[in-house]
């Protein structure tokens, strides 16, 4: 389980991770860690990912082989290389897709069969987000992984003028965004409530988020979304599947992507 989260406003776009990674051996649980990356950062462009479910290929982290790709993108390889002054988000995805879907993931995992049964443990997405050469506004695309194939869609569009979006353990920022459990439209109709009636109910709530929030807001209450989940699992019944520390970065048009906060192994005056 993790917390990924993707939050818009007009002024950019900020993405934030916790740091918890669940081992299994088959069935059992074995362990939890809390160190592992989950946003990375696109070198050259103002771009970041972030990555949730499976957490490794080729016996490396997801983290880990970002490196091999961001090389790719930066080199002379004209099937793999952006040009940073001319490029889409799509172009971005494109290589992402391509390398951890058609070339670690298939691999390891195997080709999409018709009618394959789904496999939870085998699930690997990304949210892939940020601005594209011509464009103002942000824009966030989803890569989802899986051995019935990889689906790839736009999230949110550079016409969007807000939005949020997150993965993981999703019932936490569900009521604090919404005003609401997610069980509760069933719990609705159970009750003999109209399907129509109870969607006006539930499409009422006065949102948290809007355009004109600032970055450093953005970034704040990204922080808060994923600090509340951490305490929600940490009380929650069964294992500490999310985790601090948060690692948060900001992307603006012309600041590029800047870290807010990250863990490091190593002291500070070598993040170079």
């Known amino acids: 389980m993790t917390i990924v989260v993707a939050l818009k406003v007009g002024d950019g776009l900020v993405l934030g991770a916790d740091s918890a990674s669940t081992l299994f051996t088959g069935p059992e649980y074995h362990n939890s860690y809390f160190n592992t990356e989950k946003l990375i950062r ?5 771009v970041g990912a972030l990555t949730f479910g499976l957490g490794a290929l080729k016996n490396r982290s997801v983290s880990s082989l970002a490196n091999d790709l961001k090389r790719r993108i930066l080199g002379d390889d004209a099937a793999w290389k952006i040009d940073p002054t001319n490029y889409t988000l799509e172009d971005v995805v494109d290589r992402f897709k391509r390398y951890y ?10 080709a999409a069969a018709e009618g394959a049964e789904e496999d939870l443990g085998a699930i690997m997405g990304f949210f892939i987000g940020g601005f594209a050469s011509q464009n103002d506004s942000s824009e966030v695309w989803r890569i989802l ?3 019935r194939g990889c689906s790839v869609v736009k999230l949110i569009d550079a016409d969007t003028p807000w939005d949020c979006v997150w993965e993981g353990a999703r019932e936490p920022i569900q009521r604090v965004l919404f005003g609401y459990s997610s069980q509760i439209m069933q719990r609705l109709l159970d009750a003999g409530v109209q399907q129509e009636i109870a969607d006006q109910l539930l499409a ?6 809007n355009g004109a929030m600032p970055i450093q807001d953005a970034v704040d209450f990204v922080d808060y ?19 601090k520390p948060i690692d948060i970065a900001a992307i603006t048009k ?3 992507f800047k870290w807010i906060s990250r863990k490091l192994y190593y002291p500070a005056a070598l993040n170079k």
């Open 204 to 209: 009422s709530m006065e949102p948290l988020i």
């Open 42 to 46: 696109v070198d050259g462009l103002p």
């Open 254 to 256: 012309y600041n590029g």
């Open 101 to 110: 879907y058609d070339e670690l993931y298939v691999a390891e995992h195997g």
């Open 145 to 147: 992984l899986t051995r």
């Open 225 to 243: 979304l994923i600090g509340v989940t951490c305490g929600y699992v940490r009380f929650a019944p069964g294992h500490m599947t999310v985790a």
